[in-house]
């Protein structure tokens, strides 16, 4: 026999359901502006029917509804694009990293200006061309002396402009390992709280929100890969779980899990190994060979893209590899060669008094720190070796050289037309071309990649907002459905009403 009450609660719970859907509108327009929110939605689920499956079961015609109540309120996201936008950011956050880098190794070049070093030794062997044709008078001999400071200078003020941004970017290393181990650390306490909240059968989905929020962020440092470990108890079938992220490597294998269900409570850098304490494990070359991400040493070869690879590979690592140690190790190769072969070309002549020329550069003994070290050795003008020494000593009372001879100057600007084994065979000018033109090319791949990437992110996450942003016209669609609902589900407990009080107050009144 149905009850005679069967109405009121199935409206009741008409009311009730439609009611939480509204707090749960008003939740979302309330965070229609909350970076990292996800839009939340009432699960409307039939309760059981009446009645159940029974041998004592009323004979009515059919099971009757009873109503509708809310099975669960979920966050509205696609986890593919999710794993898109990820995949894609730690891509923009390589290519981010090394155009800025490689930018700002092109703006101490200068190639562009009347300062870079091409530029510079382009006046230098000028100077040396119009000293030839006067060799007899100071004026162009002064020149060329301080035309020859310029090419030192330049080439000190160029390898220690690129030290000191090579060490900024050991602290850029620092603070981003530091970040990345904030990001684990904060992702692992909210592991925690997920964990301690879903084995009760709820689904916690703001701290969801902060969790995904955290994880976009360490996308762009690392290449990661997120795995969902259930939490137990009596979770919800669609309950998220605690993430266990695992670093990916180059070669597409897992290189170790980065954030587990149970981290160490204290993650830090390995004082034993990090000399300067920021978080860069160093080696005695001054290169990147591990950092310490959650406590453990993990090898610079083992990562993929990501912010602080693209650091890392320009920074330097390993054997001196990276874009500022192959572009240091060149600086040395170019000035040791360029100051080698012109101090030998400079002693095959003679000065303006008669005397050997002598070494004209100094300070590049060795390939190793020669652009830092390099200098002008002679002090006079006269000591330069413009004239050919001549094949027998003069016989007195002979000046003991023509004051008038240039052409060992002439033969000294022709040094950067030589072909010098110690540059793989090419010139002066031809290896310096090469060095600029590849940096140049790989600085402008790494900005078009930067920008590709850029573009092709702005899409994935414009797809992601558009299914979990809020949509204020949505909500408000939502609300004023809900809301006749509600209203609806109120006015059927009212009929219902007005039929009990018929029942109660109308009946075995018959003849009154």
Same mark, same amino acid.
């Given at each position: 026999m149905r009850s005679t009450f069967h109405g009121l609660e199935t409206a009741k719970r008409g009311m009730f359901t439609q009611q939480s859907a509204l707090y749960t509108t008003g939740h979302n327009i309330s965070n229609a502006n909350t970076p990292g929110y996800t839009r939340q939605r009432i699960n409307f689920q039939t309760t059981l029917p009446y009645p159940g499956i029974g041998m004592n079961r009323p004979q009515i015609p059919g099971q009757m509804g009873t109503g509708v109540?809310?099975? =669960?309120?979920?966050?509205?996201?696609?986890? /593919?694009?999710?794993?898109? /936008?990820?995949?894609?950011?730690?891509?923009?956050?390589?290519?981010?990293?090394?155009? =800025? =880098?490689? =930018?700002?190794?092109?703006?101490?070049?200068?190639? /562009?200006s009347t300062d870079g070093i091409s530029k510079v030794m382009g006046q230098f062997w000028q100077s040396l061309q119009d000293l030839s044709g006067n060799p007899e008078n100071r004026g162009p001999r002064t020149v060329v002396l301080e035309r020859g400071k310029a090419v030192a200078d330049t080439f000190h003020y160029v390898y220690n402009s690129l030290t000191t941004i090579k060490k900024d970017l050991a602290n850029e290393i620092g603070v981003s390992v530091t970040e990345v181990n904030s990001l684990l650390k904060q992702i692992s306490e909210i592991n925690k709280q997920i964990g301690e909240i879903e084995p009760h059968g709820y689904l916690p989905n703001d701290l969801y929100d902060q969790r995904d929020v955290l994880v976009d962020q360490l996308s762009k440092y690392v290449n990661i890969k997120v795995e969902k470990v259930p939490s137990g108890g009596n979770a919800s079938p669609i309950a998220e779980g605690q993430y266990n992220i695992k670093l990916i490597g180059a070669d597409g294998t897992e290189q170790g899990d980065l954030v587990v269900e149970d981290i160490p409570s204290v993650i830090g850098m390995d004082p034993a190994t990090d000399s300067d304490g920021d978080g860069v494990l160093d080696t005695p070359t001054g290169n990147v060979t591990n950092v310490t991400l959650n406590g453990a040493q993990i090898s610079v070869s083992d990562f993929s893209k990501g912010k602080l690879k693209g650091i890392i590979e320009t920074f330097g690592y390993g054997a001196d590899q990276g874009a500022y140690p192959e572009m240091l190790k060149k600086l040395d190769k170019m000035a040791y060669e360029f100051a080698t072969e012109f101090n030998k070309q400079h002693g095959l002549g003679v000065d303006f008094n008669g005397v050997d020329g002598k070494p004209f550069f100094d300070g590049v003994t060795s390939e190793a720190g020669a652009a830092a070290n390099i200098f002008v050795a002679i002090t006079d003008p006269n000591e330069i070796a413009a004239a050919t020494k001549p094949s027998s000593p003069p016989v007195p009372p002979a000046p003991p050289v023509d004051q008038g001879d240039g052409s060992n100057a002439l033969a000294l600007s022709k040094v950067k037309e030589k072909p010098l084994a110690g540059l793989g065979s090419a010139t002066i000018d031809s290896f310096y071309q090469g060095m600029i033109g590849r940096l140049?090319?790989?600085?402008?791949?790494?900005?078009?990649?930067?920008?590709?990437s850029g573009i092709l992110l702005q899409s994935i996450e414009g797809n992601r907002q558009s299914i979990s942003s809020v949509s204020l016209d949505e909500e408000f669609t939502d609300m004023v459905r809900f809301q006749h609902a509600y209203n609806a589900a109120a006015r059927n407990i009212t009929t219902v009403d007005e039929m009990l009080d018929k029942v109660i107050n109308g009946m075995g009144r018959v003849g009154l």
């Open positions: 109540e809310a099975g =669960s309120v979920q966050r509205v996201r696609d986890s /593919f694009l999710d794993l898109q /936008f990820r995949g894609q950011n730690q891509t923009l956050g390589y290519y981010e990293a090394k155009a =800025s =880098s490689l =930018s700002q190794m092109e703006g101490i070049l200068n190639e /562009f140049g090319v790989e600085t402008q791949e790494a900005k078009r990649q930067a920008a590709n």
